[in-house]
């Protein structure tokens, strides 16, 4: 495991690839049946006659997903990944049965806090790739991170 991260640590420009995984149809489904009931995530027939031209996971899925990824050990940051709005949160194109996932953060802004000397504000970029180098989802949180202990 990677060590610790604290703001100090979050400096603009630096980035964190994490590692991958494969999207199985039956993961798009069950996802879709507990939070996103809607046909092209849910029936692969259905789904040709719509928008998406075939299964496409759900985005708030994607999102799961990316998330799962990103506190996996890609970063591990002190106290968790906690999120405290977003900027941008958007999906270019589907997440599909089979794709393989991987995301990239990049730290873009980072700034001490006015009200709360013990913490720091990061603003991150995170992309989420399939296996074509295609972003299925872009997200770009601000992150309250604790500033690193004296001593």
């Not at 998406?52 to 940051?77: D, E, N, Q, Y």
């Not at 194109?93 to 953060?105: A, M, N, S, W």
């Amino acid at each position: 495991m990677t060590d610790i991260l604290y703001f100090e640590d979050l400096v603009p420009g630096r980035r964190f690839v994490s590692q991958t995984l494969v999207v199985s149809e039956e993961e798009i489904v069950a996802f879709a049946r507990l939070y996103d009931p809607q046909p092209f995530h849910l029936d692969a027939e259905a789904a040709k006659h719509t928008l998406f031209k075939g299964l496409a996971a759900s985005g708030w899925h994607t999102a799961a997903l990316s998330m799962r990824l990103i506190t996996a050990g890609m970063l591990p940051v002190a106290g968790g990944v906690i999120g405290r709005g977003a900027d941008v949160m958007e999906w270019p194109r589907p997440t599909r049965p089979g794709d393989t996932l991987h995301v990239v953060c990049e730290v873009l802004e980072a700034r001490l806090s006015a009200s709360r000397p013990e913490i720091g504000w990061i603003k991150m970029r995170n992309e989420t790739f399939n296996q074509h180098g295609e972003v299925v989802q872009r997200f770009t949180p601000n992150m309250p991170v604790p500033r690193r202990p004296a001593g």
